[in-house]
């Protein structure tokens, strides 16, 4: 039997080691300007160690009802929680930064602020998912001498792929983060002054598309601190957390057996890759709290007696230790042996690929976030409009752990052109299932014959009579901006090969598992469902046209009444289009509305974006709007013009 409190939101306290308080903080940095912050802390006299989740989220609202849930439970636990929005978001005072760097020089001071506090013991924990993970990572280098660990869950990677631009995904992230850094200070925390502050932040903002692209930092390789790192397969960052649990020597182990229990840079990393949607998965945070324990409070809790990478294997969990595992062995296929198309005509050498600009319709969310429509459907549609390299039927299991890597002969005439690659597991009965993919975009001045295309990072087992499928296409919309000439590119399947990561092996381990712990109700929070809810994604065909639309509205629309009064309507609409057989017809948009309200005070605010883009042969072309209103009045409204070249990368 779990007894219950309640914390002052009203949330319902399970029973844990000890007592919580909440309380809001002004945390102030060197400029003066202050941030809002929310502390939950245990009941002790005894200094304590600060968990500090940062980011640019907003604590009153948005991550309100996680906070509620997770924040609490860590401060049971013997850690002071801290949520902190960044400057010019939420409640915290200043103007958004367009760039990072500033964003990570205020959490370094950030975290140096609560270390000094006389409740704390001097270590610091960070936590992050999605860009704020991006964020710890680079904030642990520049606090060293009191962050004291770190964990990640899926951090965010470029907006390029392989030399290509991201389509899919990209603006309608730039259209939300407009969005929500266009939201005011909320009154009840902010007062009085949340309508100047508003104004100042509206003035100050820019869509941050541009910059994205323009201006991408270079992923981080290696730690800064003892990190654990957190992904499902299906998310972008699992090949990212692959390289980190490795290192730049490519060597890590764990205590228990007899590693080091560090990558490259001599910092311990353990890496977790489940079955997961993007984000934090409430089963790992009995792992979380064992990090922390072991890092920020001394306690001998077998943290790093843990394999260096523990991945979900299709049916089973499976430990490797070190990571990369002597046991995966690069395995060569070429394509005119084990993998063989039926696309190369009689004594021609070379296999052309040319496909239809609405190849990758069916390639599913960019980030899955757990909803229906997310994953990708079986890819036999998307196989007719690819060029495809089947195998064998396997005569035994295969079990793939790692990086995949496609070695491609183009021919000499090759101009630019892009490279979508997708690797399938086909069943006896045709269904196929997508592993993997990546894409590479040739540049007019690259002079390679020879090309390299890593894939994303796979971790499935396929079993015996399934074949390997590998699928080429010449677009991949609307994940990418299609190529300006639907010309395609030729190879040379004789000097073509597909190294595959294959383990020997291995037993899964019943050890290995995670538990969601018992963890506080969140304050209460009514949700209104629209009564003509749009389906998550839609594809039309108009065969008139020639033309292919696909429309998508996430599930998490319609509104929220919060506990405190707060009432949050959401609506997201994002559409793609493009004609079969002209590259440059591609256009993408999102609409994003989101409404404020406190009807106890008559505060009422609602704040519009739209971004457009479409392409020429060498840029993207954005069109971005912006309209705030109070109470039904617009207060604000703007129009971007932007040119982005498509190699500013």
Not at 173 to 184: C, N
Not at 390 to 413: I, N, Q, W, Y
Request: hydrophobic share 40%; glycine share 10%.
């Amino acid at each position: 039997m779990i007894r219950t409190d309640r914390d002052p939101m009203g949330a319902a306290m399970p029973s844990y080691p000890y007592r919580t308080t909440r309380e809001d903080l002004r945390v102030p940095l060197p400029d003066g300007t202050e941030l809002h912050a929310r502390l939950w802390r245990p009941a002790t006299d005894e200094p304590v160690p600060v968990v500090l989740e940062y980011s640019t989220g907003r604590l009153t609202d948005w991550t309100a009802s996680d906070d509620a849930r997770r924040h609490p439970w860590f401060a049971g636990h013997g850690h002071a929680a801290v949520r902190v929005d960044a400057r010019g978001h939420g409640n915290s005072g200043g103007l958004p930064s367009a760039a990072g760097a500033g964003l990570v020089a205020d959490g370094a001071e950030v975290a140096r602020w609560l270390a000094a506090r006389p409740w704390c013991n001097g270590r610091i924990g960070l936590l992050g998912t999605g860009t704020a993970g991006d964020t710890a990572l680079r904030l642990a280098a520049l606090a060293p001498d009191t962050v004291r660990a770190a964990v990640v869950a899926c951090p965010d990677g470029p907006h390029r792929l392989g030399g290509a631009v991201l389509a899919a995904d990209g603006h309608t992230r730039a259209t939300a983060h407009l969005a929500d850094a266009a939201r005011p200070p909320d009154p009840q925390y902010a007062g009085d002054d949340w309508r100047a502050m508003w104004l100042s932040r509206l003035d100050a903002l820019e869509p941050p598309l541009a910059g994205w692209l323009a201006a991408a930092p270079d992923p981080v390789e290696n730690a800064a601190v003892p990190t654990l790192a957190v992904a499902g397969w299906s998310d972008p960052s699992a090949s990212a957390l692959l390289a980190l649990a490795a290192g730049a020597s490519g060597s890590s182990g764990g205590e228990g057996s007899g590693g080091t229990g560090s990558g490259g840079s001599g910092v311990p990393v353990r890496a977790v890759l489940g079955p997961w949607p993007h984000g934090l998965p409430d089963e790992i945070l009995p792992e979380v709290l064992r990090w922390y324990d072991h890092w920020l409070r001394d306690l001998d809790t077998g943290a790093l007696a843990t394999p260096a990478l523990r991945a979900w294997r299709t049916t089973h969990w499976a430990g490797d230790d070190p990571w990369p595992q002597p046991g995966v062995r690069p395995v060569h296929h070429g394509l005119d042996g084990p993998l063989r198309t039926a696309g190369t005509a009689s004594g021609d050498r070379w296999v052309h690929v040319r496909s239809p600009q609405h190849t990758g319709l069916d390639a599913g969310a960019p980030v899955p976030l757990g909803r229906p429509a997310d994953q990708p459907p079986d890819q036999r549609e998307e196989d007719g409009r690819s060029v495809c390299f089947d195998s064998r039927p396997l005569p035994e299991a295969l079990d793939l752990l790692g990086v995949p890597s496609l070695t491609l002969r183009l021919h000499p005439a090759a101009g630019p052109c892009l490279i979508a690659a997708r690797l399938c597991d086909v069943a006896p009965d045709g269904t196929s299932t997508l592993l993997t993919r990546g894409v590479r975009a040739l540049a007019a001045t690259d002079p390679a014959v020879d090309l390299t295309l890593d894939l994303a990072a796979t971790g499935a087992t396929l079993p015996p009579g399934h074949r390997l499928r590998l699928a080429l296409a010449s677009t991949y919309w609307p994940w990418i901006w299609p190529d300006p000439e639907p010309t395609g590119f030729a190879l040379d399947p004789s000097h073509s090969a597909l190294t595959l990561p294959v383990r020997a092996p291995a037993p899964g381990i019943d050890t290995i598992g995670f538990r969601s712990p018992v963890l506080p109700l969140p304050p209460p929070l009514h949700v209104t469902e629209p009564l003509t809810a749009r389906p998550e994604r839609v594809t039309v065909h108009d065969i008139g046209r020639r033309e292919w639309r696909t429309e998508l509205s996430p599930s998490t629309d319609g509104t929220r009444t919060h506990s405190d009064g707060l009432v949050r309507a959401e609506q997201t609409v994002t559409a793609y289009r493009v004609l079969t057989a002209t590259p440059l017809s591609a256009q993408a948009r999102t609409d994003r509305t989101v409404r404020l309200e406190r009807p106890a005070i008559g505060w009422d605010i609602t704040v519009h974006t739209r971004t457009e883009l479409r392409c020429d042969p060498t840029h993207l072309l954005a069109r971005t709007k912006l309209r705030a209103e109070e109470a039904g009045n617009v207060v604000f409204s703007k129009e971007w013009h932007h040119r982005i070249p498509r190699d500013s990368a």
